[in-house]
């Protein structure tokens, strides 16, 4: 089973920018075949996905996102990013990636002054 890894949350402060990392690990384990998730769940709410990537690079986003977040994979080191702009009170939450049904443990956005 794959290990998924998220890394670079934070606090920042409305406007700023961070960049979300998903590290997956196993051995014996093609990555570059899997689309990868991007999730975030705020205390109260549902998890919603925020953006996807394709195996082939494509990518796909939440209209609370786009034109804010990208989603960038690097299958060598297998890793998948979440490039976060522009940031608000309401991108408060924590994030998730998810690949082949796997999720990782999460890591904190909160967006504050």
């Known amino acids: 089973q794959v290990l998924l890894v998220e890394s670079g949350g934070g606090l920042v402060p409305p406007g700023g920018s961070l960049t979300l990392s998903c590290a997956a690990s196993?051995?014996?384990?093609?990555?570059?075949?899997?689309?990868v998730h991007w999730y975030r769940q705020a205390p109260g709410t549902q998890r919603e996905m925020v953006a996807t990537?394709?195996?082939?690079?494509?990518?796909e986003y939440s209209d609370s996102v786009k034109g804010r977040f990208t989603i960038s994979r690097d299958n060598a080191k297998r890793t998948v990013y979440l490039r976060m702009t522009k940031l608000t009170p309401e991108d408060t939450a924590k994030y998730y990636c998810?690949?082949?049904?796997?999720w990782g443990q999460g890591t904190q956005v909160t967006v504050s002054s």
């Open positions: 998810k690949m082949i049904g796997t």
């Open positions: 196993r051995t014996r384990f093609t990555f570059d075949i899997y689309d």
């Open positions: 990537i394709t195996s082939g690079g494509g990518t």
